[in-house]
């Protein structure tokens, strides 16, 4: 099964409107990172949180981790119709001066209207 | 600033033939992956270089290699090529894993026919 599980697999919201996306995984990580994809185009880094962070902000992006609970959550506020794309959850393994591996979920696909 | 730099864009091939996917990391980053997304489907990792050494190994298929340069490129080189291997091929690069951030190319969309 997969280490990031995404829900929900679709989320259609109006402009202006917040949007909520959860992501579980399975097995203990370093750190959490949400991508953005465009279709068809490459994933764009929005937010990294580390393991012992629970709450990260960035602009209009906020982003929780509940180690406890293996799961975090990807909240846009006041969302543009500019951030209709697919966001991902990868969970980041491995030591410093290791390399491991991202593992990512199945992602979100958000459409945001007019 | 300079991003991670994939060649070919689009590469059309025919059953049974041989493609090279090349990746050009950010300057200073020592690690690179490569993913391959099939339509529709999340990012599955293939393998990871840290320092010019193969670190980790996903679901890469026997027919698949990759290495990385001296100069800290990667090659992805993929053999006797099936129709399932139609697919965007990612590649990233990162610092120092485990603290920061990977920086995903613009990908290569192979089809093969």
């Known amino acids: 099964s997969q280490q990031g599980e995404e829900d929900p697999q679709a989320l259609s919201i109006q402009e202006g409107e917040n949007a909520t996306m959860n992501c579980s995984y399975k097995?203990?990580?370093?750190?959490l990172q949400w991508y953005r994809q465009n279709s068809g185009r490459g994933l764009v880094h929005l937010i990294l949180?580390?393991?012992?962070?629970r709450e990260k902000h960035s602009g209009r992006l906020r982003v929780t981790l509940d180690t406890s609970k293996k799961s975090s959550s990807l909240l846009i506020t006041a969302s543009r119709a500019a951030d209709t794309a697919s966001y991902f959850c990868a969970t980041e393994r491995g030591g410093v001066g290791t390399a491991s591996k991202l593992t990512f979920g199945t992602g979100t696909r958000l459409q945001v209207t007019l | 600033a300079a991003g991670v730099i994939q060649s070919p864009r689009h590469l059309i091939k025919e059953k049974r033939e041989t493609a090279t996917l090349k990746c050009y990391p950010i300057p200073r980053h020592d690690t690179v992956y490569w993913y391959q997304q099939g339509p529709g489907q999340d990012p599955q990792f293939l393998i990871s270089f840290y320092e010019k050494m193969q670190s980790d190994k996903g679901s890469i298929p026997d027919r698949f290699s990759a290495q990385q340069f001296s100069d800290y490129h990667s090659e992805l080189n993929m053999s006797s090529l099936e129709l399932g291997d139609s697919a965007l091929y990612f590649c990233?690069?990162?610092?120092?894993?485990?603290?920061?951030?990977?920086?995903f190319g613009q990908g290569t969309r192979l089809t093969v026919v």
């Open positions: 097995t203990s990580i370093n750190n």
């Open positions: 949180i580390r393991s012992n962070e």
């Open positions: 990233a690069s990162s610092r120092q894993l485990g603290v920061s951030e990977a920086f």
